[in-house]
């Protein structure tokens, strides 16, 4: 890492829009990606069944991922390597389709000042090729010890997350996962998500880490499989919310734990409430919710 630390982050930067990128839900690429998180579900891979192909919920992650850099503005080199990705927040409000055209462009929504450096919110918008919301989703992130060189501003505020009533002190249920030697290369290429930091340990080690870790948007797409299929009867057309914090990192060659602590029903919308720990027992992901349709 840089000695002279991330410097001043400015706040000019502050409702600017990303590139707008468009991509097609082709079947290579649903395929593709289910394939990148190992999951068996058939409904991602045989399309011979009836209805077509399902779509994963989490390749919004790699619309995203590709559609992240800002309309003529270099990357502050100084400061990427001290941004970690601290929090996503997915709303669909209508699912994908296979063979859809999904434009994604991103807005920086907020900046604030917190103790472990600046917090950003980048709000994205998903649209059809009819010009259609089918999702948004919120991409936050830390640039550590980071210094705002102004006051917060935040243009559009945070969304109100579920709250739990009550949540237990053992799991309703657990899956234990276990993530392979080669799963950051499965994923990078598979997802389309390339970041370094997840396939080379030379990389991994100038970033400050013990070495590659798993990409957070894949450890959280392998809890929402666990869900989808234990809490929602294996149909992802049915989940529309994904929230989650990223807290501690997922090795290759190690094993997962997604864990269901809490199951309730508000209005129409069953709400899951799960953990993921990582093979040292830490939470690699925290507060974690999917929501969705009640059974039909």
């Known amino acids: ?30 395929m593709a990606y289910a394939a990148s998180i190992n999951d068996t579900n058939e409904a991602y891979f045989d399309d011979l069944r009836q209805g077509g192909l399902r779509i994963h919920p989490a390749i919004s992650f790699s619309l995203q991922w590709n559609a992240r850099f800002l309309i003529d503005q270099a990357i502050n080199l100084q400061a990427a390597p001290f941004g970690v990705h601290a929090e996503t ?6 699912p994908f389709k296979l063979n859809e055209a999904i434009t994604t462009q991103g807005r920086l929504v907020a900046r ?8 950003s919110v980048d709000r994205y918008r998903l649209t059809n090729d009819e010009g259609r919301l089918l999702a948004e989703l919120d991409y936050n992130g830390i640039i550590r010890g980071g210094e705002l060189d102004g006051d917060d501003i935040e243009l559009e505020p945070d969304i109100e997350r579920p709250v739990c009533e009550r949540l237990p002190n053992q799991p309703v249920w657990s899956k234990d996962i276990y993530i392979g030697v080669h799963a950051g290369q499965q994923y990078t290429e598979c997802a389309d998500i390339f970041n370094p930091i997840h396939t080379e340990p030379s990389v ?21 499989t666990q869900v989808i299929n234990h809490c929602f009867g294996g149909d992802a057309s049915r989940v529309r919310r994904l929230c989650g914090q ?3 990192m997922v090795f290759m060659d190690s094993t997962i734990s997604v864990e269901c602590m809490a199951i309730q029903l508000v209005k129409n919308e069953k709400q899951v409430f799960f953990r993921v720990l990582n093979d040292a027992g830490q939470a690699a992901i925290a507060n974690g919710v999917v929501c969705g349709t009640l059974d039909c």
């Open 204 to 224: 991994a080690k100038r970033a400050g880490l013990p070495g590659v870790i798993l990409h957070g948007s894949a450890t959280k797409a392998h809890a929402l």
């Open 112 to 119: 604030k000042q917190i103790g472990p450096g600046v917090y």
């Open 246 to 248: 990223l807290r501690g």
């Open 89 to 94: 927040d997915l709303r669909i409000y209508q």
């Open 1 to 30: 890492m840089p000695a002279e630390g991330p410097g001043k982050i400015s706040v000019t930067e502050v409702g600017s829009y990303t590139v707008a990128k468009t991509t097609q839900l082709t079947t290579r690429k649903v």
